[in-house]
């Protein structure tokens, strides 16, 4: 039993100042809260209060985030994020290469070369037919001349 009275005195001195401390705002915040309550009558209008506290709410939060310290932890947050997806896109990248898997860019580029030769072989066939064409009006021209 002597070494419970020490141990629950030891603790007593590191416990007692937090527990004060609590014990205190308790009181004080229930003490304010009757306050208002009693200078409340029976005629407030709770959507007004409710206003009134969303209205205090986004001030709040406005100011909380235009604080430096919370811009400067979103710029890190999205640094952060952009950094990771760089990161991931040349790990998968890396993997796709050594497992000779076409990566986007592979098609991309293969695409590419695939629509300029689409357009050539059709600016040749383009070129094709207008020979032709004057080919046959000169071989009908020619029977024409020759019946």
């Known amino acids: 039993m002597a070494i419970e009275s ?5 603790f007593e001195g590191v416990f007692q100042p937090i527990t004060a401390f609590w014990s205190d705002y308790a009181n004080q915040f229930n003490d304010s809260t009757r306050e208002f309550l009693d200078g409340m009558d029976d005629h407030v209008n709770f959507k007004t209060m409710q206003r009134r506290w969303f209205d205090a709410l986004s001030k709040s939060m406005d100011a909380y985030m235009r604080t430096p310290i919370f811009l400067q932890a979103m710029k890190h947050n999205s ?3 952009v950094k ?7 790990w998968a990248n890396e993997v796709a290469r050594n497992a000779n898997i076409p990566t986007t860019g592979d098609i991309s580029g293969l695409f590419e070369r695939l629509h300029s030769v689409e357009e050539t072989i059709l600016s040749r066939l383009g070129s094709i037919e207008e020979r032709l ?15």
């Open 84 to 90: 990771l997806k760089r990161q991931s896109d040349d």
């Open 133 to 147: 064409g004057t080919i046959e009006e000169k071989i009908g021209n020619s029977e024409l001349a020759n019946a």
């Open 79 to 81: 640094d952060a994020a």
């Open 6 to 10: 020490k141990t629950n005195s030891a």
